[in-house]
């Protein structure tokens, strides 16, 4: 069954400054898709960036980056440029093609001024 | 392009009542997921309809069930709640071409069980 880890329950970083949140996943397909979903305190989920596996190019939207290792399982998230608005719970994803998402236990992050 | 849209938004049931939940996806998409949010179990996948059938199923016992109508919009049913059944209940849609399954959320029913 498809796993996905995220190790840091909490983060935190100072305005402008860049942060990485760390995400794993295990899986034995070779084709599936892996995203980063954004929750802040509103409770709406939002999309922050998707990446396609058979893609060697990182995804990038914006101030939001990935750092995408297909043989080592990993997906991590980059936050440059980090603002008070990136205060959220982010949400490391996993989907392989028609099936369900499944989803990390999430990281925490905070934003200080 | 208007986005997923749940009603209601809050809800307050007791123990043994059945409630249903509603959810619009956006225009276009055919798949609609359901989803169960809590602080204990996190982010736990119910169901997933395509075109009003059911695709796949998460493990929930039979109490939790759904149905898609012809138009997308989808219901989620719970028979006879319990304390446990009180969380953020989440859907999302997905379906255009190019996207890859990318699901769109709406904003959450949070239901209440007394």
């Known amino acids: 069954a498809q796993t996905v880890t995220q190790s840091q329950p909490e983060m935190s970083v100072q305005e402008a400054e860049t942060v990485t949140l760390s995400c794993t996943y295990d899986t034995s397909e070779s084709d599936y898709y892996l995203f980063w979903y954004k929750q802040p305190p509103s409770r709406q989920m939002i999309l922050v960036i998707r990446?396609?596996?058979?893609?060697?190019q990182n995804a990038t939207e914006n101030r939001f980056s990935v750092n995408f290792q297909k043989a080592a399982k990993s997906f991590s998230l980059k936050i440059s440029d980090s603002q008070l608005g990136d205060a959220a719970m982010y949400f490391c994803a996993y989907r392989s093609v028609t099936d369900k998402l499944i989803f990390g236990t999430g990281t925490r992050l905070q934003v200080f001024p | 392009k208007a986005g997923v849209t749940q009603t209601p938004r809050y809800l307050i049931k007791t123990r043994g009542q059945q409630v249903t939940l509603s959810c619009s996806p956006i225009s276009g998409h055919r798949s609609v997921s359901w989803y169960q949010q809590t602080p204990g179990q996190g982010l736990q996948f119910l169901f997933e309809?395509?075109?009003?059938?059911?695709?796949n199923k998460g493990n929930f016992p039979g109490r939790f069930s759904g149905r898609q109508f012809s138009n997308s919009r989808s219901e989620m049913n719970v028979s006879t709640l319990e304390l446990g059944d009180s969380a953020l209940y989440l859907c999302?849609?997905?379906?255009?071409?190019?996207?890859?399954?990318?699901?769109?959320f709406g904003p959450g029913t949070r239901l209440t069980v007394l």
């Open positions: 309809y395509f075109s009003e059938t059911q695709r």
């Open positions: 990446q396609e596996a058979y893609k060697q």
């Open positions: 999302a849609s997905s379906g255009l071409a190019g996207e890859g399954d990318t699901q769109y």
